[in-house]
Structure formats: C-alpha cells, structure tokens
Nanobody
C-alpha cells in the first residue's frame, strides 16, 4: 500500500519561507513515481502547484512560479516544496500526490495534507 505523509506546515508571517516535506512508502517505489504538490483553500478547488517526474522534470503553476520550488531526494524517498515570500493568500491545506505514470499532474495517491496559515 502506497502511503504519503506530509509535514512542515504551520503558522507563519507574511514574507517568511517554509519547506514542506512528503515521505513516501514503500521506499522501493519512490524513484519511479511522479510527485506533485497541490493546495486547497476554503471554498476553493484543489489546485496543482508543482510537479516533478521520476526523471526530475519539473513544472509549475503560473501563479507560483518563482516562489515555489519542488525537489525530490530519492535516497530519503521524500519530495519537498520550498515556499518563499509567503502571502496570506497562500493559506491552505497542502497535499502531496504520487503517480506511477509519467505525468505532469500526479494524482493517484494522496497524503492527508498539512495546514499552512499565513498571517498578515
């Protein structure tokens, strides 16, 4: 069974940075999976923020490119989302997703989410 566990969320001030982590198990599959980060704010649809393929190709939503960076560490079976210059509108639940397909919208398996709240 594929499991994803996010961490790193919390309450931060406008302008600060944050790094979210998502650990995937079992370890043996991680290298082969595309990974993605999404977020869902209250009353809004879940939106794709960034994705990274098994070959390290990345893509970003236009709204976050330049502030968000996705990366993966295959040795730690972990995908990261570095967020800089946080804004109140970044407040949302952030989810990671995994997919065995070579896709720029990974969405087969999901974590439980981690809350990010940005105060002004």
């Amino acid at each position: 069974q594929v499991q994803l566990v996010e961490s790193g969320g919390g309450l931060v001030q406008t302008g600060e940075s944050l790094r979210l982590s998502c650990v995937v198990s079992p370890r043996s599959i991680f290298t082969f999976y595309a990974m993605g980060w999404y977020r869902q704010a209250p009353g809004k649809q879940r939106e794709l923020l960034a994705a990274i393929t098994s070959g390290d190709k990345t893509n970003y939503a236009d709204s976050v490119e330049g502030r968000f960076t996705i990366s993966r560490d295959n040795a730690k079976n972990t995908v990261y989302l570095q967020i800089s210059s946080l804004k109140p509108e970044d407040t949302a639940v952030y989810y990671c997703a995994a997919d065995p397909r070579n896709t720029d919208r990974p969405r087969l398996y999901w974590g439980q989410g981690t809350q990010v709240t940005v105060s002004s």
